[in-house]
Structures are given as structure tokens and as C-alpha cells.
């Protein structure tokens, strides 16, 4: 079984190991050693990097009684220096001891109980059991966790029995067999706990609930605790600095001169389209007025299919007897629409399928209107001369 070191100190970031074993499994290659400074990944808290020898530690993990420690490289049996990333870890025991602290203040002062957490690499979770929170409780969570944190209390850990434990006030019942360790935050709480953390909660930081959602019938609460909150304010200082000057507005009044932009957007959105359906409307004209029989086809190239629609519906709502194609070609690919006027004869379904036996695509639509494409090794044309032959066929048919 292998000596578990950062059970007797949380914070080494380094020692003198042995490799006493290789293996394989659905992860990867894995070193076994007698001893680790890498916390395996387990109860919400990810897992430790860093290197032993020239190895990098890729990810680490328990099964049975084995520490697997997976390398991107295989070492032979021997002594080799460990090095923790303590950044990374320090970082993990703030989130964690933080989770500690937040959950109590919410079950003690607010009746709001932690069901799961979860420690990811950009923010860290609780759910709650209810399944909606004011914010001004979460306010004042949020403002008691930070004044645990400023009175600088120990924490501190200890094996106890199942038997021991049954008999202690813990925050929830263990949930594992066998000797159980307890992570302790004096006069706040007592949990059963295999995670790392701080030896006090000043270490912590600082704890900024960042965000609350709806979440499997309770409330998912986001927060950062310590380097990851200071990080969080400084993005937010330098994304508003940046706001002020682009905006030429104070701080205060970022929010209304981000309205009055939108505003303007809105309306400039609007002018566009209303110009760019009356472009569409001019251009339609000019493809009805070249169409001396029943039909009008059209090839464009790179074309939005939204446009070919509009002109199609504007050609086919003017002219009544008309049979519309249009048709936009993109590399080797092909896009078209097709419509018939309202007093046209056919189903317009024909026509298409026609069409889509020209290419490996697929379409659809109803009798009046229908669209589709693929890729081609068919020219152009030849998607107009059978759009023709087809519409012949409706037109003998009358």
C-alpha cells in the first residue's frame, strides 16, 4: 500500500520516491511507488500534477489500494525526486477548504444544505437543496464565510473509527468504511473529508460567490475562493477600464451608455434590413422582367439561401402563372430554390426530386415552394434544362 504523504502534510511539494512497479490499463502507462506526494482525483477535487524524475505526472488515481500515478513516460524501479505543482495543488486546498466554509455558513445560518460539489479548472460549485435562493442570502453567506476566513481559525484533521464517528455531530454521515478522516475547521465544522486543505482558514484567501442557477431541482451556487477570486476581480477591473475607454464613460454610467449602443445598433440593424429588402424587392424585377416564357431561372455564386428564398417568394407573389429556379453554386456544392406563382399547375416536390437526383444531397418543401442542394459533378446548366423539362410536363399537362 503506498504511503500517502499529503495525509501527514498538506503542503510538501516534494520528496524522494520509489518506483516499485509499471502497469497499463484503459488510461494510459502508470508507475506504482511507496510513497506519494499526489493527491489522487476523489470527492469533487481534481487531481495533482507535476513530475517524478523526467516523468510528468499526467493524472493520478485509486484503485483498490494502489495510487496510480499515469506519467508520459515509463520509469525503471529505483528512487527518483517528486515534484509537486504546488500552484496547482495550493489552489485546490483553497477551493476545497472554501467549499468547507461556504456550506457550513449556508446549513447553519440559512437551513440550505449541500447535496454535491464540484472543483473544476475555472470555478468550483456547490447544489443546494432548494430550489430557489434571494440574493441577499447569498449575500449574507457570502459576507459570514469571509468573516471565517479573516479570524484565522485552524484546520485541522484526525482518524477516527465508523464506531467514533457515529457518536460525533458530523456535518453528514460518512460515506465510506473502515477508519474515517475528519477535517475539522474549529467552532465551524466537522466532515469526513479526504481532500487536502490549508492549516488555516486565512489561507483560504477570500470567497466571492460568483453566479447562481436552477440545477436538478435545487440551486447550483458558483464561487472562487483565493488566487481564482483575485484573478476573477482583476479580469473584471481590466474588461471594465477597457469599457470605460472605449465608451468614453465614467465607471457609473457604463451601463447606460451600453444601452444607448444598443440602441443604436438595433436601429442600424433595422435600417439595413429594411434597405436590404428593398434591394432584394429591385432585384426581383429585374428577374421577372427577363423571364418571356413561363419560367425564370437565375445562377448566382456563394448566394445565402435566405436570399434566394425572398427573391423566389417576391417573383412567384407577382407572377401568377410563373415557375421560379434559383440557383447557387459554392465549390463543388450546389444550392437552389424553386416556387411557382399561386395559379401555376404542378407540385413543385417533382420538380425538386428531379433536381436532387443531379446531386448527393437532400431537399425538401410543399407543392408551391421547395429548396435543396448537395455536392454536384453536374454543370450548372444542366440544373436548369431539367428544372425546364419538368415544368414543360406541368404546362402540356393543363
Known amino acids: 500500500m503506498t504511503l500517502k504523504m499529503y495525509y501527514g502534510d498538506p503542503e510538501i511539494a516534494q520528496a524522494t520516491v520509489e518506483v516499485i512497479g509499471l502497469g497499463q490499463d484503459e488510461k494510459g502507462q502508470y508507475i506504482?511507488?511507496?510513497?506519494?506526494?499526489?493527491?489522487?482525483e476523489g470527492g469533487g477535487q481534481p487531481a495533482d500534477t507535476g513530475f517524478i524524475g523526467g516523468a510528468a505526472v499526467l493524472d493520478v488515481q485509486s484503485s483498490q489500494e494502489e495510487i496510480r500515478h499515469y506519467t508520459d513516460m515509463p520509469l525503471s524501479n529505483g528512487e527518483y525526486p517528486a515534484q509537486l505543482d504546488w500552484n496547482k495543488r495550493f489552489d485546490h486546498m483553497q477551493q476545497h477548504a472554501g467549499q468547507h466554509v461556504?456550506?457550513?455558513?449556508?446549513?447553519?445560518?440559512?437551513?440550505?444544505?449541500?447535496?454535491?460539489?464540484?472543483?473544476?479548472?475555472?470555478r468550483v460549485s456547490?447544489?443546494?437543496?432548494?430550489?430557489?435562493?434571494?440574493q441577499e442570502v447569498l449575500a449574507a453567506a457570502e459576507a459570514a464565510a469571509n468573516d471565517v476566513i479573516r479570524r484565522h481559525l485552524p484546520i485541522t484533521t484526525e482518524w477516527v473509527t465508523e464506531e467514533q464517528a457515529k457518536s460525533m455531530s458530523l456535518r453528514k454521515p460518512p460515506a465510506v468504511k473502515g477508519d474515517i478522516r475528519l477535517v475539522k475547521i474549529d467552532g465551524v465544522d466537522l466532515n469526513a473529508c479526504g481532500g487536502t486543505h490549508p492549516k488555516n482558514t486565512s489561507d483560504i484567501g477570500l470567497i466571492k460567490i460568483i453566479s447562481a442557477e436552477k440545477?436538478?431541482?435545487?440551486?447550483?451556487?458558483?464561487?472562487?475562493?483565493?488566487?481564482?477570486?483575485?484573478?476573477?476581480?482583476?479580469?473584471?477591473?481590466e474588461t471594465t477600464d477597457e469599457l470605460v475607454r472605449q465608451l468614453n464613460s465614467p465607471l457609473k454610467d457604463l451601463p447606460g451608455a451600453a444601452d444607448a449602443l444598443l440602441e443604436e445598433k438595433a436601429a442600424i440593424e433595422k435600417e439595413l434590413k429594411d434597405t436590404r429588402s428593398k434591394l432584394l424587392e429591385a432585384e426581383s424585377f429585374g428577374i421577372q422582367s427577363a423571364a418571356n416564357t413561363a419560367t425564370a431561372e437565375r445562377i448566382f455564386y456563394n448566394r445565402p439561401?435566405?436570399?434566394l428564398q425572398q427573391l423566389a417568394r417576391m417573383v412567384a407573389a407577382r407572377e401568377k402563372h410563373s415557375y421560379i429556379l434559383l440557383l447557387s453554386a459554392e465549390g463543388k456544392g450546389v444550392r437552389f430554390v424553386c416556387a411557382k406563382g399561386e395559379e401555376a399547375q404542378g407540385d413543385m416536390r417533382e420538380v425538386l426530386g428531379e433536381l436532387l437526383a443531379l446531386t448527393d444531397g437532400k431537399g425538401g418543401g410543399n407543392p408551391g415552394f421547395v429548396q435543396g442542394g448537395g455536392n454536384t459533378e453536374c454543370e450548372n446548366e444542366q440544373f436548369i434544362r431539367t428544372f425546364q423539362k419538368a415544368v414543360k410536363k406541368f404546362r402540356e399537362n393543363l
Open 32 to 40: 506504482l511507488t511507496n510513497q506519494t506526494i499526489f493527491y489522487p
Open 102 to 122: 461556504l456550506s457550513a455558513v449556508f446549513a447553519d445560518r440559512h437551513n440550505l444544505h449541500t447535496t454535491s460539489f464540484h472543483l473544476g479548472e475555472e
Open 126 to 134: 456547490i447544489d443546494l437543496d432548494a430550489a430557489e435562493i434571494p
Open 215 to 237: 440545477a436538478k431541482g435545487g440551486t447550483r451556487v458558483y464561487f472562487l475562493c483565493g488566487g481564482r477570486a483575485f484573478g476573477h476581480f482583476k479580469l473584471l477591473i
Open 305 to 307: 439561401v435566405k436570399e
